[in-house]
């Protein structure tokens, strides 16, 4: 089956249709009003990086630790992390690096706990111990200008998946189409080491979540509740996902519907 991709360059790849960008980009505003509904739950389009505005600009970093300490305890409260497992960080308009610190507990996280690190992962401000994981979200933001922050956790189900070596790539249901999309799965790479940065490199640039074998997974987004909203929905569609197999019968949704739900028409 043909399959879905999370960025409309990527859907278009896997298509094999040749349309320039800007006809891309054309038709998916001509879509906004169709998709309103979901566009708005997804936060302005999240299936296709570099299409819309940054609208993390102008906050503080008093602000941004605020938001860090708040959606950590929402990633623990909803079991997405456990104990002191995930991370989370956000890129500053100076372009330094807001992250959670290691060893704690996201439920129990607060704004002075987080820790600024430089573009190469030292930290210049914080009293904390930076995450062993900061190489992962490096990456992403190197090679993602339009991403300003990132989210790792070790969500159940999705995880369930990565730990049995299956993607989360088949179009089941129109939000997943349109928020999250194909959600590949890199390799197992030591957690904490260069390796599993450069085990996800390759999908970073054409998808906006990635599953990490036998570990977790990563969302990342415009803005932190973007990229907390992916990894929500992540693992929402890992469930359905789920059912469908244990009811041992999948129906995907059409070519031309993820077409149209993409705005490649």
Same mark, same amino acid.
């Given at each position: 089956?043909?399959? !879905?991709?999370?960025?409309? #360059?990527?859907? &278009?790849?896997?298509?094999?249709? #040749?349309?320039?960008?800007?006809?891309?980009?054309?038709?998916? *505003? /001509? $879509?906004?009003?169709?998709?309103?509904?979901?566009?708005?739950?997804?936060?302005?389009?999240?299936?296709?990086?570099?299409?819309?505005? +940054?609208?993390?600009?102008?906050?503080?970093?008093?602000?941004?630790?605020?938001?860090?300490?708040?959606?950590?305890? %929402?990633?623990?409260?909803?079991?997405?992390?456990?104990?002191?497992?995930? +991370?989370?960080?956000?890129?500053?308009?100076?372009?330094?690096?807001?992250?959670?610190?290691?060893? &704690?507990?996201?439920?129990?996280?607060?704004?002075?706990? %987080?820790?600024?690190?430089?573009?190469?992962?030292?930290?210049?401000?914080?009293?904390?111990?930076?995450?062993?994981?900061?190489?992962?979200?490096?990456?992403? !933001?190197?090679?993602?200008?339009?991403?300003?922050?990132?989210?790792? *956790?070790?969500?159940?189900?999705?995880?369930?998946?990565?730990?049995?070596?299956?993607?989360?790539?088949?179009?089941?249901?129109?939000?997943?189409? &349109?928020?999250?999309?194909?959600?590949?799965? /890199?390799?197992?790479?030591?957690?904490?080491?260069? /390796?599993?940065?450069?085990?996800?490199?390759?999908?970073?640039?054409?998808?906006?979540?990635? $599953?990490?074998? +036998?570990?977790?997974?990563?969302? !990342?987004?415009?803005?932190?509740?973007?990229?907390?909203?992916?990894?929500?929905?992540?693992?929402?569609?890992?469930?359905?996902?789920?059912?469908?197999?244990?009811?041992?019968?999948? +129906?995907?949704?059409?070519?031309?519907?993820?077409?149209? $739900?993409?705005?490649?028409?």
């Amino acid at each position: 089956m043909l399959q !879905y991709a999370s960025t409309l #360059g990527a859907w &278009v790849k896997a298509a094999g249709m #040749g349309l320039p960008p800007m006809i891309h980009r054309k038709s998916s *505003a /001509a $879509l906004a009003d169709e998709h309103a509904e979901t566009r708005l739950h997804c936060d302005v389009t999240g299936a296709k990086p570099n299409s819309f505005s +940054n609208v993390s600009a102008g906050k503080t970093e008093a602000q941004h630790r605020e938001e860090l300490a708040l959606f950590g305890h %929402m990633l623990h409260q909803r079991g997405l992390v456990v104990a002191a497992d995930g +991370n989370l960080s956000v890129r500053m308009e100076d372009g330094a690096i807001l992250a959670t610190p290691t060893s &704690v507990c996201k439920g129990l996280m607060q704004p002075e706990d %987080m820790v600024v690190v430089d573009d190469q992962g030292n930290r210049v401000k914080g009293r904390r111990l930076i995450t062993s994981e900061i190489g992962m979200h490096l990456a992403i !933001y190197r090679l993602r200008p339009d991403v300003m922050a990132v989210v790792h *956790a070790h969500p159940p189900i999705a995880t369930g998946f990565a730990a049995a070596g299956l993607a989360i790539d088949q179009p089941l249901v129109a939000e997943s189409v &349109v928020c999250l999309g194909t959600v590949p799965l /890199a390799p197992f790479a030591m957690p904490g080491t260069p /390796a599993l940065a450069q085990s996800m490199e390759q999908f970073i640039p054409d998808h906006n979540a990635v $599953l990490l074998a +036998n570990h977790g997974a990563v969302t !990342y987004g415009e803005t932190l509740q973007q990229a907390f909203w992916r990894m929500e929905t992540l693992e929402h569609v890992a469930k359905i996902t789920l059912v469908t197999r244990v009811l041992g019968q999948q +129906n995907p949704l059409a070519e031309g519907d993820v077409r149209r $739900l993409l705005g490649v028409i």
